[in-house]
């Protein structure tokens, strides 16, 4: 198991007390208990988004659930935006739970951070560019998730590769590189381009704890780097899915009448959340269940997942090739 190798310390895992620098990312549909208990007892850190779990009470039964099977560290996603009813429940429930670390998602974290230092925990704020990361420093996060182009879920515009380095010029606090971090050899390189940790997603759909249809998870095995694509018909900003023939059925873009609508200053408070409603029923289907609709939400390093494993095989496959990347580079 990976817990029987040699540690990789980093801030991020000394800020956590934890094995390796490696975060099994919140994904809407995909996390699980199983996961992040596996990922956490593995010596990284399991989070997943607090809406995976509908209504609260299932939500506050996963919670006790996790907390009831490891004593590791574990994480919680939650969605900041106003649109976000349940955000401050949430957040509460999380936090008693014993959650010790917060990823927050497209929105301000400032409550998030005030709360979670009252107890302890620790806010990393997911973020696309310099202007949003120097923001969540100055509102005290703990650290700021660089989302690289190429990420699964709401990727962001800017390469890891130069994202990483640049808010490493300009921040004091760590960074945890997001967007095509699934092997050891690229975590290697996110510790080298100034990060202090991994955010996995894609690499752990295809796992055996995922809750998703066994058919999603072979698309992520069987696709490479060229079949993902940007969609705004799911939330109405950009986010990488598969492309399969439905999803090239559908097209990329948002309906035009819903796009003008969403233009419109006094329609777009209704508009927007429509099209979430509309996008999650969509991706809700195809996650679950075997569906000629397929709408598979996957980040550009499907390319590098070539079998399903269980996570904690996930894990110790992840810190044995970063050791053997890093032995394997010219001296
Ligand atoms: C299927 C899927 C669902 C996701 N859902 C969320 C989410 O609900 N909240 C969030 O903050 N990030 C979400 N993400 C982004 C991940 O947390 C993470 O940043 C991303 O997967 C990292 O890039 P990678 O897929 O190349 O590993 C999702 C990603 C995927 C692949």
Same mark, same amino acid.
Request: hydrophobic share 45%.
């Given at each position: 198991m990976a817990s029987s190798r040699e540690a990789i310390p980093t801030d991020f895992t000394r800020l956590f007390g934890i *094995?390796? &620098?490696?975060i099994g990312a919140p994904m809407f549909l995909v996390s699980n208990v199983e996961m992040v208990v596996a990922v956490s007892e593995a010596g990284g850190i399991g989070t997943f988004p $607090?809406?995976? !779990?509908? &209504?609260v009470e299932a939500y506050r039964s996963a919670l006790r659930d996790i907390a009831a099977r490891t004593s590791k560290p574990w994480g919680v996603n939650i969605i900041v935006n106003k649109s976000n009813a349940r955000r401050k429940e949430d957040l509460r429930h999380a936090l008693d739970n014993g959650a010790r670390l917060l990823v927050t998602s497209l929105g301000s974290p400032a409550e998030v951070i005030r709360e979670a230092h009252k107890s302890g925990a620790k806010v990393f704020c997911d973020v696309t560019n310099l202007q949003h990361a120097q923001k969540a420093q100055d509102l005290g996060a703990d650290g700021v998730i660089a989302v690289g182009v190429g990420a699964g879920g709401h990727a962001g515009p800017v390469s890891p590769i130069v994202l990483v380095p640049w808010l490493k010029e300009k921040l004091r606090i760590p960074i945890v590189a997001a967007g095509g971090f699934a092997s050891g050899r690229t975590i290697a390189a996110a510790l080298a381009l100034g990060a202090s940790a991994a955010h996995v =997603?894609?690499? !752990?759909? $295809?796992? @055996? /704890?995922? =809750? @998703?249809d066994g058919a999603y998870k072979k698309a992520v095995v069987d $696709?490479? &780097? /060229?079949?993902i694509v940007m969609t705004t *018909?799911?939330? =109405?900003t950009p986010a990488a899915v598969i492309r399969t023939p439905y999803v090239e059925k559908l097209g990329l873009d948002l309906h035009w009448a819903l796009k003008a609508l969403k233009d419109q200053p006094r329609a777009k408070k209704y508009v927007v959340p429509l099209i979430h409603w509309l996008g999650m029923r969509q991706l809700e289907e195809a996650a679950n269940k075997p569906t000629w609709k397929t709408v598979w939400s996957a980040g550009q390093s499907v390319g590098l997942v070539h079998d399903i494993l269980p996570c904690a095989e996930i894990m110790e496959r992840l810190v044995g090739e970063y050791f053997d990347a890093v032995a394997g580079m010219p001296k």
């Amino acid at each position: 198991m990976a817990s029987s190798r040699e540690a990789i310390p980093t801030d991020f895992t000394r800020l956590f007390g934890i *094995r390796y &620098p490696i975060i099994g990312a919140p994904m809407f549909l995909v996390s699980n208990v199983e996961m992040v208990v596996a990922v956490s007892e593995a010596g990284g850190i399991g989070t997943f988004p $607090a809406l995976n !779990f509908r &209504p609260v009470e299932a939500y506050r039964s996963a919670l006790r659930d996790i907390a009831a099977r490891t004593s590791k560290p574990w994480g919680v996603n939650i969605i900041v935006n106003k649109s976000n009813a349940r955000r401050k429940e949430d957040l509460r429930h999380a936090l008693d739970n014993g959650a010790r670390l917060l990823v927050t998602s497209l929105g301000s974290p400032a409550e998030v951070i005030r709360e979670a230092h009252k107890s302890g925990a620790k806010v990393f704020c997911d973020v696309t560019n310099l202007q949003h990361a120097q923001k969540a420093q100055d509102l005290g996060a703990d650290g700021v998730i660089a989302v690289g182009v190429g990420a699964g879920g709401h990727a962001g515009p800017v390469s890891p590769i130069v994202l990483v380095p640049w808010l490493k010029e300009k921040l004091r606090i760590p960074i945890v590189a997001a967007g095509g971090f699934a092997s050891g050899r690229t975590i290697a390189a996110a510790l080298a381009l100034g990060a202090s940790a991994a955010h996995v =997603g894609t690499r !752990f759909i $295809a796992s @055996v /704890e995922a =809750g @998703v249809d066994g058919a999603y998870k072979k698309a992520v095995v069987d $696709a490479t &780097p /060229e079949d993902i694509v940007m969609t705004t *018909r799911i939330s =109405g900003t950009p986010a990488a899915v598969i492309r399969t023939p439905y999803v090239e059925k559908l097209g990329l873009d948002l309906h035009w009448a819903l796009k003008a609508l969403k233009d419109q200053p006094r329609a777009k408070k209704y508009v927007v959340p429509l099209i979430h409603w509309l996008g999650m029923r969509q991706l809700e289907e195809a996650a679950n269940k075997p569906t000629w609709k397929t709408v598979w939400s996957a980040g550009q390093s499907v390319g590098l997942v070539h079998d399903i494993l269980p996570c904690a095989e996930i894990m110790e496959r992840l810190v044995g090739e970063y050791f053997d990347a890093v032995a394997g580079m010219p001296k």
